[in-house]
């Protein structure tokens, strides 16, 4: 077990929404929402770019990278 600091405001708020959990439940509760949240948007826009245009995409950044010069 560990101990974390937070601000006033900050419990203040977490109180609100907590419920009958604990607050280490409420944490894991609300990193495991956000973590479904993020992979939703990212599956949201997988196969937006047909394999043509993945391809020219892949091509022109090889290109770009080949032209860099490193300083």
Do not use: Q, W
Not at 4 to 9: A, K, R, Y
Not at 11 to 33: G, Q
Not at 53 to 58: F, G, L, T
């Amino acid at each position: 077990m560990k101990t974390i600091m937070i601000n006033d405001v900050v419990y203040e708020k977490l109180s609100v929404v907590k419920d009958n959990r604990s607050f280490s439940e409420l944490l894991d509760d609300l990193l495991a929402e956000s973590r479904a949240s993020r992979l939703y948007t990212l599956r949201k826009y997988f196969g937006v770019v047909g394999n043509k245009e993945a391809k020219a995409m892949r091509a022109a950044s090889r290109k770009i990278r080949k032209e860099l010069v490193i300083r």
